[in-house]
């Protein structure tokens, strides 16, 4: 009977842990956009959520670098493959994270007019 009553309760408090959100660590609001906060997961991707806790940007991301750094109104992100692209404000990927850094740094303009930027 005891080791039925500690089954039960392992069972328990294992459903909490898993129903928990799986973010290691959630970022300030306003840190990076204004209505969002990044969340960091367990296996270390990045991505956003809203003040709803809704997610805005999958966390699919290696690095998201903040709004504005290199052009305004995007973010640069670095994908788990190494590889970069950007994101908007509304957490949209409008240069897809297929590029070498080396692509971005030399051929930024370029990636821009592509976008309409």
Do not use: C
């Not at 294992?14 to 928990?20: E, G, M, T, V």
């Not at 969002?36 to 990045?46: D, E, L, N």
């Not at 973010?75 to 850094?101: C, H, R, W």
Request: hydrophobic share 40%.
């Amino acid at each position: 009977m005891k080791s039925k009553v500690l089954l039960f309760l392992f069972l328990i408090v294992s459903s909490f842990s898993f129903a928990q959100t799986g973010y290691k660590k959630v970022y300030k609001f306003g840190d990076y956009h204004k209505d969002w906060a990044m969340v960091k997961t367990i296996s270390g991707t990045y991505g956003f959520i809203d003040k709803n806790k809704n997610i805005v940007v999958q966390p699919i991301y290696a690095k998201i670098e903040k709004f504005g750094k290199h052009q305004e109104g995007l973010a640069m992100v670095k994908s788990i493959a190494d590889s970069y692209g950007f994101i908007d404000q509304n957490g949209k990927e409008v240069i897809p994270a297929i590029y070498t850094l080396e692509e971005v740094k030399n051929n930024f303009k370029g990636l821009l007019k592509r976008v309409g930027k």
